[in-house]
């Protein structure tokens, strides 16, 4: 089993992976469509692909 760093080492299973991967295919699906809207705040889309990418780089091993 994997575990996430925390102060708590929790163990993550197939199916917490298989949503975790889809959570996030579905914020950057979110982010794609206010890009192609063209009336998002560019600050707010920033943030948000910070948060998506920060996601990503805590998720990295799963």
């Given amino acids: 089993m994997e575990f ?26 979110s982010i794609q469509n206010l890009i192609k809207a063209n009336n998002t705040d560019r600050a707010e889309l920033d943030n948000l692909h910070n948060v998506y990418h920060n996601l990503i780089r805590q998720f990295t091993s799963l």
């Fill in 4 to 29: 996430i760093t925390s102060r708590l080492s929790v163990p993550i299973t197939h199916v917490q992976k298989h949503f975790i991967r889809q959570t996030l295919y579905q914020l950057d699906q």
